[in-house]
């Protein structure tokens, strides 16, 4: 149903506002892309198609931001984690829990599940702690 939606960030974006996380599976390799890439960054194959995320992974890291760009600065300071996938990709991703500040730790290795913030208008990805 998707082979026709060329592997753009517009389509990437275009996923996210239906709650669906996509990136490119290769057809040859098995490799998974997170966001979507043109051309495999395992094999350089160019046979790929989308492939959806379940959006469950770990955490393997985070930082406060205290510098946060215009449309965040009412939002500082905020946590920003890098989670594994259980698929494989990482992703980047401000956390969203209500409770987590600067006085108390995030435990790296923590499961965490993707959540979407609408923002601008648009689905924002964010990382919960389950
Ligand atoms: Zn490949």
Redesign the pocket.
Known sequence: MNEKIPFTVNAFQDFLNNKKLMGTK??????LNLPPRII??????K??EWHEFKGNGTLQTYTFIYTAPTFLKDKVPYAVGIAKLEEGPMITARITDADINESNSIDIGANVKIEYIQESGRNILTLRIK
């Open positions: 290769c057809r040859d390799c098995g490799n495999c960054t395992e094999c350089d194959g046979r790929l």
